[in-house]
Structure formats: structure tokens, C-alpha cells
């Protein structure tokens, strides 16, 4: 039992980066790791020692986020959670590579959760096409459908001139 939940713990970087990329809000995405851990560890049995617990924990997340979705809809509450008020008023970026690293974040939560899940999954997570679309539920055709849309999505999020910011050198 011991081996397994060490092999659980280890896998909790890896959703904290997934839910975060999911919600952009530090606390509501490390209340859904826990709430992902906790039904994890009290079903531990469902999970077959041996095989890695990524896709099963991934798997037992996804679940929780489209729930969580589901429930906003349902009591008109948004899935797009707003910034935290220390990210708010955190400085300016002065690197190139940071703005653009913000730009495209701030245009990965513009796309439909279920294209930015299927992104994330792969480009980010490292997941195939076969383990996403396993950890998803749904056929590898509809996520290689979600990926492309959400591609096309991004790009021409990221190619809008009106969403980029501009760069001012302000003399002191």
C-alpha cells in the first residue's frame, strides 16, 4: 500500500501544473488536486498495482473538472475564474519571452474547456493521442478534432493584433 501512495505522491506536480492550466486560479486548482487525491486514495484498490497512476489520477481529475464545469452552468457561475488579486497587481513582464508566454496563456483560457483539456493533455502532459482520448473518454478521433480546433482557435486568438499588448519605453 505504501508503494502505491508513493507512486500517487509523485504524480502531484504534474496535476497541480494541469489544474492550474485549467482554472488560472492557484487556490481552486490545489482544491482540485486534493479533492482528486482524496478520491484517489480512497480508491486505491480500483487502480492496478504496477501500472503508472498517471492516466488513472489524470483520468479521476478530468472527471472532477467537468463536474465542477457542469455545476457552474447549472448555478450560473463561470468555469473562467477571475485573477487572484497578487497576480493582478504583480509587475509588468520586461522580457519578450514573458509577455508572449502570458499572451498565450491568457488565449489558451479563451478556448473552449474541452479544446484547452485535449491541448493541455498532450502538449503539455505528454499524453498520446490514444492515453488522452482514454483519459478523456472520448474516441481518439474527436480528441484529434479538439486538438486542431483548438489550434486554429489559438492561432487566430494569438494572430488578433487588437489582443496584443503593446510595448512602451517610458522615459524616467
Known sequence: MDQRRAAILAEIPGLRRY???????????????????????????????????RRW??????????????????????TMLPLEASEAMALPAYQAQSVVSHEILDALQAIHPDRRTALLMVAV?????????????????TLMSRIARGREELRALLEDGSRRRAIRIVDT
Do not use: C
Open 19 to 53: 489544474a492550474r492550466a485549467l482554472l488560472r486560479n492557484r487556490d481552486a486548482a490545489d482544491d482540485l488536486v486534493q479533492d482528486s487525491l482524496e478520491r484517489a486514495l480512497a480508491r486505491i484498490d480500483s487502480w492496478q498495482t504496477g501500472d503508472s497512476p
Open 57 to 78: 489520477l489524470f483520468t479521476i481529475m478530468h472527471h472532477l473538472f467537468i463536474d465542477r464545469v457542469r455545476k457552474d452552468k447549472r448555478y450560473g457561475g463561470t
Open 125 to 141: 502532459e505528454g499524453f498520446s493521442y490514444a492515453e488522452a482520448a482514454e483519459v478523456l473518454g472520448i474516441p481518439a478521433g
